[in-house]
């Protein structure tokens, strides 16, 4: 395993190598220590699943999975991820989650659903049984600007409803 980049050894104007695990593909790029996370998937790798949206760390837009936890990648620096493995929407394969969210009407603009998914993905990660409770705490980094929470909240309600099921 690689050793994490240290911030001080990082130089204006020099890149840094870095190796990143996305989605279960490994990728080695060179990077301006500048650079956040969320513009590395976005543009150097086309994963543009992952939005951007308040560029600072308030809607979730962004969020990505870090060696299985929930991150804002407009928050992250792209060499802070060095031997991470990173998990975007593109790789998100849980069809519980996304079922649930196109099955209970819990997308209006769309746009902050990847986020929420990936919140809900991790969390699952985490909790194989959640409360309704601990999916509502779970999506507090999460923000629908459509105000349309009456759908999310369905969601919450079935996803623990199946997993106490099982």
């Known amino acids: ?36 996370l ?22 979730g837009a962004c969020m990505v999975l870090l060696d299985g936890k929930p991150f804002n990648s407009c928050l992250t620096m792209a060499y802070q991820c060095e031997g991470m493995r990173i998990e975007t929407i593109e790789g998100i394969e849980n069809k519980e989650i996304t079922n649930a969210f196109l099955e209970e009407g ?13 919140s809900l993905q991790g969390e ?11 999916l509502k705490e779970c999506l507090t980094g999460n923000i629908c600007r459509c105000t349309g929470y009456g759908g999310i909240q ?13």
């Open 124 to 134: 699952l990660e985490k909790n194989s049984h959640p409360t309704e409770e601990e």
């Open 106 to 118: 819990a997308l209006q603009c769309g746009y902050c659903t990847p986020g929420m998914v990936i």
């Open 154 to 166: 369905r969601v919450l309600k079935r996803l623990e409803e199946e997993r106490r099921k099982q």
């Open 1 to 36: 395993m690689s050793q994490p980049i240290n911030a001080e050894e990082l130089t204006v104007g020099k890149k840094a190598a870095i190796r990143l695990t996305v989605n279960g593909k490994s990728y080695e790029l060179e990077i301006e220590p500048s650079r956040r």
């Open 38 to 59: 969320v513009d590395v998937l976005r543009c150097d790798l086309d994963l543009t699943g992952t939005k951007i949206s308040c560029g600072v760390g308030r809607c």
